[in-house]
């Protein structure tokens, strides 16, 4: 069975957390020893990131709504799906934390600003992932 | 006492019968012409939904399922059963 115009959307949200991992925590990964962050770091690798996130999300959806010409219904089973998932990934969300702490709390490298704003970034990106394959398995199977 | 003691009470367990919600959506729905898009339109849910629940995949809510009955003139008993 083909893929529908929601499946899609969410596939299109999984490729960017992919590819945001890939080409932007590298970056991230640089500066994890560095304890100070200085504002124009910051602003440089912040810009390439909206910059990426703004073309890909309106190429991506652009492309979609060209594919999918038909409106879509949100109805009680998208509410049940994203309840479900949201579920999850709150869950993984507090797992995460106690992970974060004890990371913190047990790796030298990781206590400073660097190495927290990398693991922070980590994590939600895998919750985030694994939150939208979920999502996407459900519309799936259910 | 002999006797009370001679009387066993056997418990046995089991379990419950594991009743499957299904249902006739798609023989009504065909009885009345309608495609899966058509009736989700008039109930107010996707295709994708429709095909959900008359694979058994999805259980429609109560709301949902006396609407759908209503649309194709059916009791609701008649259009989705325990099996």
Same mark, same amino acid.
């Given at each position: ?29 640089? !500066?994890? /020893? +560095?304890?100070?962050?200085?504002? +124009? /770091? =910051? ?12 073309? &890909?999300?309106? $190429?991506? &959806?652009?492309?979609?709504? =060209?594919?999918?010409?038909?409106? %879509? %219904? ?7 799906? !994203? ?23 047990? +790796?030298?490298?990781?206590? +400073? %600003? ?5 693991? $922070?970034?980590?994590?939600? =990106? ?12 459900? &519309?799936? %199977?259910? | ?14 379990? @419950?019968?594991?009743? *499957? ?7 009504? #729905? ?14 107010? *849910?996707? #295709? ?8 058994? #995949?999805?259980? @429609? ?12 003139? *059916? ?9």
């Amino acid at each position: 069975m083909p893929l529908s115009k929601k499946e899609t959307s969410i596939l299109i949200e999984v490729v960017f957390s992919i590819l945001f991992g890939f080409i932007f925590l590298p970056l991230f990964y640089e !500066n994890q /020893n +560095n304890n100070l962050i200085s504002i +124009n /770091n =910051l602003v440089r690798k912040i810009t390439p990131i909206i910059i990426f996130s703004v073309l &890909y999300f309106s $190429i991506a &959806y652009a492309v979609l709504e =060209l594919i999918f010409k038909t409106k %879509t %219904t949100v109805d009680e089973r998208d509410d049940m799906i !994203n309840s479900k998932s949201y579920k999850l990934g709150y869950l993984l969300y507090e797992l995460s934390l106690f992970v974060f702490i004890g990371m913190l709390l047990t +790796n030298s490298i990781l206590q +400073n %600003t660097g190495g927290i704003i990398f693991l $922070i970034i980590s994590l939600l =990106l895998f919750v985030s992932i694994v939150k939208s394959i979920y999502q996407l398995y459900l &519309y799936r %199977t259910s | 006492m002999c006797q009370l003691l001679s009387l066993s009470i056997s418990y046995t367990y089991t379990e @419950p019968l594991k009743m *499957v919600l299904k249902n006739n959506l798609k023989e009504f #729905r065909h009885k009345k012409n309608l495609t899966q898009d058509d009736l989700g339109k008039s109930v107010g *849910v996707s #295709r994708q939904t429709i095909i959900s629940i008359e694979r058994y #995949r999805y259980k @429609p809510s109560l709301e949902l399922a006396m609407n759908m009955a209503k649309e194709l003139n *059916v009791k609701i008993e008649k259009l989705f059963y325990f099996d």
